[in-house]
């Protein structure tokens, strides 16, 4: 089921093959618990308040910076330690497909708006090939943090899986 967001043809594809089922990188995907353990970059944590994994429903969390690099980078900017972030799934697809609205209202002298994001859980022999592709945010440099920031986030899921696999 959707509700018709679709990408830009400028969105960008994070492909990763992980050694684990994709029954249970649909779990990390959608339980608060399962995101609380790698949705985030390095020097912030995460924590769940609301998750509705089905279309129209909503994801509400808070990120916090925990790492001194990230609490002085934040304060310079003029940016609080703390930001509730908030998406709508669009698209929910049990154990294959993600689609989520996030709003980006957090950005200094910017309206907030809209950005979509897709994941896609595929599974490969044993092993299961996970594709986040992200559009665009305003400008290039908030593009390329926002990739490097969903990299992190991938390379946290890694992690994750190996904690509960091994």
Known sequence: MTTEPTLS????RL??????PSELLW???????GLEEWWTTDGFRTRVSALEPKPGGRLRYTMTATAPEQIAFLRNAGMPLSSE???????????????FL?????????EPYEHLTTIDIEP?????RLTMTVDPLHDETWTQQHRAHRT?????LDAAIRRRTT
């Open 9 to 12: 043809p400028n969105a960008a």
């Open 15 to 20: 492909e990763r093959t992980y050694d684990a």
């Open 27 to 33: 779990e990390l995907c959608t339980t608060a618990a």
């Open 85 to 99: 972030l908030r998406k709508t799934f669009s698209e929910v697809v049990h154990p294959s497909r993600l689609a």
């Open 102 to 110: 996030t709003l980006i209202d957090f950005v200094p002298g910017h």
């Open 124 to 128: 490969a022999g044993d092993r299961t």
């Open 152 to 156: 992190a986030e991938l390379d946290n």
